[in-house]
């Protein structure tokens, strides 16, 4: 993620977090209902990634989104919120 995009606030991180586990839950559902192997016919060659790299993408943003929102819950714990 580009430095100016990160999470700056608990509720952006939560936000985030929110965000990614819908693609996560969107790109599941492609591979399930198409298959692993399916591509996107209307994306051109050079933009065409399998469903089962596409979920395997989402998944690693999700597990970033996920130790994001720790870090957060762990400086809010430290300050006495969020628990």
């Known amino acids: 993620m580009k430095k100016q995009y990160e999470p700056q606030t608990i509720e952006q991180a939560l936000g985030y977090l929110i965000e ?8 599941a559902g492609k591979t399930l209902r198409w298959g692993p192997q399916s ?3 209307e ?4 933009e065409q990634e399998t469903n089962a790299e596409c ?10 989104a996920i130790a994001r929102m720790r870090k957060f819950i762990a400086n809010e714990e430290t300050n006495g919120g969020w628990s």
């Open 55 to 64: 979920l395997w993408r989402e998944m690693r943003d999700l597990s970033g």
């Open 39 to 41: 591509v996107n016919p």
């Open 43 to 46: 994306l051109s060659r050079e």
């Open 20 to 27: 990614e586990c819908g693609e996560v839950c969107a790109a």
